[in-house]
């Protein structure tokens, strides 16, 4: 699913509902002041676009938080992996289960 491309009249909404704040540090966002739509639940784990998990975020602020999501969305990856069995088995499971790597000659 391609990322939704926010208009000028989303942008203009999603300003307005939040007040002109940024939902990350709550300071005003001024006139001439650089912000992104930020999604407060990242958009990589849940797809949602809707207005509910969206708000207005200082450019600054936005790269901070995106830095730390990053690592909670890479966890997540992992964890679903492994719970449908995408994810390799540790040797000691392995060995444990009874099976033996064996040599080709």
Avoid: Y
């Amino acid at each position: 699913m391609p990322r939704k491309h926010f208009s000028r009249t989303d942008r203009v909404r999603i300003f307005d509902l939040s007040g002109g704040r940024c939902h990350i540090c709550c300071q005003k966002i001024q006139v001439g002041e650089a912000w992104d739509i930020e999604h407060l639940v990242p958009w990589e784990l849940t797809r949602d676009d809707s207005d509910s998990n969206i708000r207005p975020a200082h450019k600054t602020c936005h790269k901070v938080k995106t830095a730390d999501d990053v690592s909670a969305i890479r966890k997540a990856d992992r964890i679903r992996a492994k719970h449908i069995g995408a994810w390799p088995q540790s040797r000691a499971k392995i060995k444990s289960a009874g099976f033996r790597k064996t040599r080709s000659m």
